[in-house]
């Protein structure tokens, strides 16, 4: 296979969330040595932060990292409208295909295996700013204006985070605890957050899901009333039956009925 095209890099600005020190000052040699602009942050808190402050071309991300993990981050990231174009490659020792999977469904376009190579690492970055279309032009080496503080709520990006989260989960048992965590904060600033934008829980705003896409599965696909129900997260037909109609006003059956009637 060819090698990607050699672009001009001067200006582009990649920023490095990395805990590992020693991996840490690897990369930013092998970024400098091809004149990458760099920013570097030691978790994904402040990771986080300096992404929306000042919006990179691309992020090299570690999953394991204190406080809050490489997923984490990724999810607020997707959620904020400064980063949500930004392509993440991930860093990681772990070499599991659900890992990789996992990665993907957070935002992460690609994957680059610790230990890594300089070649892979640079070769990796050029194909997705290319494809991204992100590459700086020579001239673009200032600095990127900072977003003023308070552009977006913080919260507001906890929730859309959680939405998404777990919009994309709704097969899966969830706590409180579990959710906040996937979105790196805590449960009490989550449920204040869902109720201050939503007016409804975390859990309020999950059957709702779990329920419109029932709805979906009901009218466009063949699924068996039981599959449909363990399709979005019900334990049993019978719990399933008895939200669905309390949400929608009739039962699952009742409601494929209707659906089938020719407009």
């Known amino acids: 296979m060819s090698s990607p095209p050699s672009l001009p890099t001067d200006g582009t600005h990649v920023l490095l969330i990395d805990d590992n020190l020693d991996e840490l000052r690897l990369l930013a040699d092998i970024l400098r040595s091809a004149r990458f602009r760099l920013s570097v942050a030691l978790d994904g808190t402040q990771g986080y932060h300096r992404a929306v402050a000042t919006p990179p071309d691309l992020i090299l991300l570690d999953v394991n990292m204190p406080r809050m993990d490489g997923f984490a981050t990724a999810r607020l990231l997707r959620a904020h409208s400064a980063t949500a174009h930004v392509p993440i490659i991930f860093l990681s020792a772990a070499n599991t295909l659900e890992e990789r999977l996992q990665g993907l469904r957070v935002g992460g376009v690609d ?7 300089a070649e892979e690492v640079l ?21 990127a204006t900072p977003l003023p503080s308070g552009v977006e709520d913080a919260d507001t990006v906890f929730v859309r985070a959680a939405m998404r989260y777990l919009t994309l989960n709704l097969r899966s048992e969830h706590s409180l605890d579990s959710v906040a965590h996937a979105v790196g904060t805590h449960s009490k600033r989550l449920s204040r957050a869902f109720r201050a934008h939503l007016s409804q829980t975390v859990f309020e705003f999950l059957r709702q899901e779990r329920l419109r896409e029932a709805q979906r599965l009901l009218g466009q696909t063949s699924l068996g009333i039981l599959d449909v129900a363990a399709e979005v997260g019900f334990a049993s037909a019978a719990n399933f039956a008895t939200a669905f109609r309390e949400q929608v006003g009739m039962t699952p059956t009742a409601y494929r009925r209707q659906a089938a009637r020719p407009s």
């Open 111 to 117: 994957y680059v295996l610790k230990p890594f190579d």
């Open 123 to 143: 070769a990796r970055i050029q194909v997705h700013l290319t494809l991204a279309g992100r590459m700086a032009a020579p001239a673009a080496g200032l600095p």
